[in-house]
């Protein structure tokens, strides 16, 4: 039998398959810190430290009142139950990003629910002052 001149290479090349998985992974840490503003919250201006919000659970209150609990609209009633769950999968902490409009008898039933569930970490977010 005689080689064809043209024949085929039996090896894949995986130089361009790692570039695009470098790539990707890049794309996905710059743009893994925007998800979690995904609720439209205008935080009230305070003098305060930096956190890390995705070393807790993330309350989001609109200006409407809605209270979002990990980007999930959760109905009031339900929010004591959800972080009752919560707290025995092993939860410890929770902040609350609760929009400057929202009424103050709204963030403090939902820190209530906090405190009922058995988390004693809440802690309040807001924009840092110029």
């Known amino acids: 039998m005689k080689k064809s ?5 039996h090896e894949i090349n995986l ?17 893994a810190p925007f998800i979690q503003a995904g609720i ?26 809605e209270v979002y609990l ?12 959800a972080l ?13 990003r609760a929009d400057e409009g929202v009424q103050y008898g709204v963030v403090m039933k939902v820190v209530g629910n906090v405190k009922g569930a058995g988390i004693d970490e809440v802690g309040l977010i807001t924009e840092m002052k110029d």
């Open 5 to 9: 001149r043209y024949s085929s290479i």
């Open 15 to 31: 130089t361009s398959l790692v570039d695009v998985v470098l790539v990707l992974l890049i794309i996905f840490m710059l743009t």
């Open 40 to 65: 439209k919250v205008k935080l009230p201006k305070a003098k305060s430290t930096v956190i890390k919000e995705t070393e807790g659970i993330v309350i989001a209150v609109t200006k409407e009142g």
């Open 70 to 81: 990990d980007n999930e609209l959760v109905e009031a009633e339900d929010l004591a139950e």
């Open 84 to 96: 009752r769950n919560l707290k025995l999968a092993g939860e410890e902490r929770v902040f609350v």
